[in-house]
């Protein structure tokens, strides 16, 4: 600012104006970013804040990547995109919507991240958005069938959901009536696994055909056991 003085008696003329520079000494605020968790298919905003006011506009560039979660298939991508925090506010937030379906993939996640900052500092530039899967751990199913002595059984074994996961599970074969080797060839625990995307497996069991008069249907058992990134519902 200026001061000039005027009006003076009995002094020699001289530079009667001064100038005085005032030196802002309040340092840039910080910017930063929360983590937000979204229901799969819900809309969410992440918040994005200065630590403190600033007389100045704010300006910094956000964009979204992946990590567990996919854009397009898991969530609405954001490309590179330049946003203004106005003179004395605090806070903007980015919109986040996430892509509902019906495979069960578990709680997934992308991220949003700052950078190109102007009159301010990014003391956090990268926020977690959390998308909790709305569909349950699967469970796997196993059909009953019936063969012709001598024909081999196949059994069907179906997850009630899909998986974004491998599933595998391990199996076995059991008398009841049936007794093997001389009605069926034994199955020792098996491990098998239904891949990401599919929904069932077939299981075969060989039957022996045999002379001897039976009379009655014979048994036997199939057994799921140990299943990883599903339930047994059966």
Request: hydrophobic share 35%.
């Amino acid at each position: 600012y200026n001061v000039s003085l005027s009006s003076l008696n009995n002094l020699q003329a001289g530079d009667l104006i001064n100038t005085t520079t005032i030196n802002d000494q309040n340092s840039e605020p910080n910017l930063f970013i929360d983590d937000l968790a979204i229901t799969e298919g819900d809309t969410g905003t992440m918040l994005i804040s200065l630590s403190e006011i600033s007389g100045k506009e704010i300006s910094f560039s956000y964009i979204t990547y992946d990590n567990t979660a996919t854009q397009q298939a898991d969530y609405t991508a954001h490309t590179l995109t330049t946003l203004t925090i106005p003179a004395g506010s605090l806070t903007l937030g980015v919109e986040l919507v996430t892509i509902e379906d019906l495979i069960y993939e578990g709680d997934h996640d992308f991220y949003v991240s700052l950078s190109a900052p102007t009159n301010v500092v990014i003391s956090d530039d990268t926020g977690v958005a959390t998308i909790n899967d709305d569909e349950s751990l699967p469970n796997l199913y196993i059909s009953d069938e019936s063969v012709t002595e001598g024909d081999t059984l196949l059994f069907v074994v179906t997850l009630d959901v899909e998986s974004a996961s491998d599933v595998s599970f391990d199996w076995f074969t059991t008398d009841i009536t049936a007794v093997q080797p001389g009605d069926y060839t034994q199955v020792t625990s098996t491990t098998e696994t239904i891949s990401a995307g599919s929904l069932a497996i077939t299981l075969a069991v060989i039957t022996q055909d045999d002379t001897i008069d039976e009379s009655a249907t014979e048994t036997m058992d199939v057994s799921l056991a140990s299943p990883v990134n599903a339930g047994l519902g059966d």
